[in-house]
Each structure stands twice: as C-alpha cells, then as structure tokens.
C-alpha cells in the first residue's frame, strides 16, 4: 500500500508518502514535503497548477491512496475559503488519477496519536521539523492496513 497523506493550508500544502503495512511501515523520501501555492493573480490558474501537481505525484508514484486532513471550523473564527479550494483540488487530482480520497478529521488523527504506543518520530525513526509534517506522516502511518 502506498498513501500520499496531505495537510492542505492557505499557502503551502504538507505531504507525506507513507507505504508499506502497519507492522513494517516506510516513510519515502519525496522531493518537495511543502508544496509553496503559487500566488498567482488569478486564482484559478493557481488551482491548475495544483491540480497538475497532485495529478502528477500520484501518478509517478504510483499512490493507491490520497488521505487529507480534511478542513473544519475553527472554534473561533471561520474556514479559510482557500484552504477548502485547495483541498478540493487535491481531491479533483486524486479522482482524476484514479485514487480514492479519505478526509480524516484533525479529531480523529488526535484520537489515533493518543492510542498509539509509540510516537511517530520512533516508527518512521525520524526526526520531524514539523507539527504538520510529523501530522501528515502519522496520517499515512493510521491509513495502512
């Protein structure tokens, strides 16, 4: 099994590919772990290229999977209207290239971290720069069988 595990933002999207089973799980290298969105003036170039990015990864990969964290509302404040256009494009990427899409909530990841033995760092045996890096890693890591 190999997942692309996503965190869309407002300005850069975190990614992870995580293959293998739960027993002997890999965390693969990948060129870019923080895909910079493109400010382009027109917004819907900007989720084209997005799009063709995701289209590609999955492809060259070979990913049979796409999970994301999937975009809720904050306590206080309002969703980020980019943030879900950027999560829709992955999604659109994801169905064009033939790999189902699993939306996981931030609460589920939670609830999964909370029951794991062991911290991510010491599965994968890396050490993350990141809280949404070490979040997309796990992420892969609780969609293996």
Known sequence: MRILAVKPGVDEITMAIVSGDRKTPNLESVNKEVYKIPQSADPSKCLVEIVQEFKSIIKERKIEEVHVVKATKPPKGSLSPERVKNEAAIQFASTEQGAPVKL???????????????????IFDHKFKSKDKREVAFLGLIGLP
Do not use: G, H
């Open 104 to 122: 996981i909530a931030p609460q589920s990841i939670r609830a999964a971290e909370k029951k794991e033995n062991e911290t991510v760092d010491s």
